[in-house]
């Protein structure tokens, strides 16, 4: 049985946070709502002058539009975003949030993201919304990157159990790549399948590349993640994977019953 959200159900922070009215009168939030709660805590940790790492994705997008709002309502001042995605480029200029790159600004301090999966030690997949790489460079930038989910993100392995993982590649001679990675996860029972977007074309990433998704058969939690991510990212053709491994400082996850908070290297 749904049980009501408890705002007072608060974390390791101990910090109560807005929560949203719930849209029906169950008094239970909808996923976009854990979403918005779990995003809002994660602009707490915004403050003026910071350069900060813009996220991609339905999280992601909660955190944006409230740093928009903050900076319209005077309360944040002098912020400049680098967004991980067109799409969060769009949004952002459309708040009115200055914008920038890493060319200008190789120290970000503050990132805040979603993502697919998250396991115990904070490792996650990314790249669902195809933004893996520019997240990738812009996250592993950052000073501090702040994770944000809804509770249904929570794996004990990440093992492609939720969706498969997906590697960003160049179009040339896409079959070949795939095949290759194919063979690296073939214990596992591997699938390597090329993405596909919405009229049945290869989905093409905003770098012109193209994203593989590997379906694994077989739960591989007992693999050494460092290991496979050499593999992958040994392959020629490959220009990255989703498996970001040791980059997260903080997971906020909002669930039914409250928000918590999960600081890397912390048992809580
Ligand atoms: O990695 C991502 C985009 O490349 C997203 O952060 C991830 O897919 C989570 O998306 P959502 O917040 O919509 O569930």
Same mark, same amino acid.
């Given at each position: ?12 922070? $101990?910090?109560?946070? =807005? ?19 779990? %995003?809002?805590?994660?602009? =707490?940790?915004?403050?003026? $002058?910071?350069? @900060? ?27 400049? /975003? ?20 890493? =060319? ?55 093992? &492609? ?19 290759? @990675? ?17 009229? &049945?074309? %290869?989905?093409?990433? =905003? $770098? /012109? ?14 693999? $050494? ?11 020629? &053709?490959?220009?990255?994977? &989703?498996?970001? @491994? ?8 909002? /669930? ?13």
């Amino acid at each position: 049985m749904a049980r009501a959200y408890d705002p007072l159900f608060i974390t390791s922070d $101990n910090s109560p946070i =807005d929560v949203p009215s719930p849209s029906s009168s169950s008094m239970t939030l909808t996923k976009d709502e854990l979403k918005r709660i779990a %995003a809002y805590k994660a602009v =707490d940790f915004v403050k003026s $002058n910071m350069v @900060l790492g813009l996220g991609t994705g339905s999280t992601a997008k909660h955190a944006v539009d409230r740093i928009g709002e903050l900076l319209r309502q005077g309360k944040l001042e002098n912020i400049v /975003g680098i967004p991980t995605s067109k799409k969060t480029q769009e949004q952002a200029l459309s708040l009115n949030i200055p914008l920038s790159d890493l =060319d200008a600004h190789p120290v970000v301090d503050l990132s805040i993201d979603g993502a697919d999966e998250v396991d115990p030690r904070l490792n996650l997949v990314k790249g669902r919304g195809g933004s893996l790489l520019r997240e990738k460079m812009i996250e592993g930038a950052s000073k501090k990157f702040v994770v944000i989910v809804d509770e249904s993100k929570m794996v004990k392995h990440i093992d &492609g159990s939720k969706m498969a993982l997906p590697v960003e590649i160049v179009p040339f001679c896409w079959k070949f790549t795939a095949e290759r @990675l194919r063979r690296v996860m073939e214990g596992y029972g591997c699938e390597a399948r090329i993405r596909l977007g919405e009229k &049945g074309e %290869a989905f093409v990433t =905003d $770098n /012109g590349n193209y994203i593989v998704d590997m379906y694994l058969e077989k739960d591989m939690g007992d693999l $050494n993640l460092r290991v496979v991510s050499d593999e992958i990212l040994r392959l020629p &053709g490959v220009v990255e994977h &989703g498996m970001f @491994l040791d980059m997260a400082s903080t997971v906020i996850i909002a /669930g039914e019953l409250g928000v918590k908070i999960k600081n890397k290297h912390s048992s809580c």
